[in-house]
């Protein structure tokens, strides 16, 4: 069964930095590229970046650059984001997900369970 | 960025009934859209790929349609488990980008 499992709620201060993981079972972890996406409380979806668990390489929406990290980890299937300089605005839930790419464009066929970021003092 | 906009922002419907949404994007981008669902607690779910391709398990009355720049998600005959939040997204470039969402509510 192929299923991406995060890992669970965190509550931090303003500015400290929270990791989520997101590991993936049922397909090797290489094939696909990781998308992560966050929504914060009674709001949309919004893109934060994409990692290629195969080289590594990494694409940050303009949002987010400087403050989110996406590396993966191929032995452990495994990938994480890591948020830096929080603040109560990044409260809200993070999902991974997983990139499937037809003839004409991607869409996410397989999302993780989405972990809850709290940010508070 | 591109930009998406969604339209209506929520609109209330009748089990039944027939809904269409709508997506506009600022620049053309091919047929490179795609249409999920998502109830409230939960994650989303994939509906519709490369706008018009049916994710497999998604029932026939959920269809696509459009390319370049305007683009609609048609539920022929609304069931009470579609009434959700309903998300177009675009992946023409690698910086992927989300509509801000249609609520369907019960009338």
């Known amino acids: 069964q192929v299923q991406l499992v995060q890992s669970g709620a965190e509550v931090q201060k303003p500015g400290a930095s929270v990791k989520v993981s997101c590991k993936a079972s049922g397909y090797n972890l290489r094939t696909y590229f990781i998308h992560w996406v966050r929504q914060a409380p009674g709001q949309g979806l919004e893109w934060m970046g994409i990692v290629n668990p195969s080289d590594g390489g990494t694409t940050y929406a303009h949002n987010f650059q400087g403050r989110v990290t996406l590396i993966s980890d191929t032995s452990t299937n495994t990938v994480f984001m890591d948020l830096n300089t929080l603040r109560s605005e990044d409260t809200a839930v993070y999902y991974c997900?997983?990139?499937?790419?037809?003839?004409?464009?991607?869409?996410?066929?397989?999302w993780g369970q989405g972990t809850t970021v709290t940010v508070s003092s | 960025d591109i930009q998406m906009t969604q339209s209506p922002s929520s609109l209330s419907a009748s089990v039944g009934d027939r809904v269409t949404i709508t997506c506009r994007v600022s620049?053309?981008?091919?047929?490179?859209l795609s249409w999920y669902q998502q109830i409230p607690g939960k994650a989303p779910k994939l509906l519709i790929y490369?706008?018009?391709n049916l994710q497999a398990g998604v029932p026939s009355r959920f269809s696509g349609s459009g390319s370049g720049s305007h683009f609609t998600l048609t539920i022929s005959s609304l069931q009470p488990e579609d009434f959700a939040t309903y998300y177009c997204?675009?992946?023409?470039?690698?910086?992927?980008?989300f509509g801000r969402g249609t609520t369907v509510e019960i009338k």
């Open positions: 490369a706008a018009s």
């Open positions: 620049q053309s981008i091919s047929r490179y």
């Open positions: 997204q675009q992946s023409f470039t690698n910086m992927w980008t």
């Open positions: 997900a997983r990139a499937h790419y037809a003839d004409e464009g991607g869409a996410f066929d397989v």
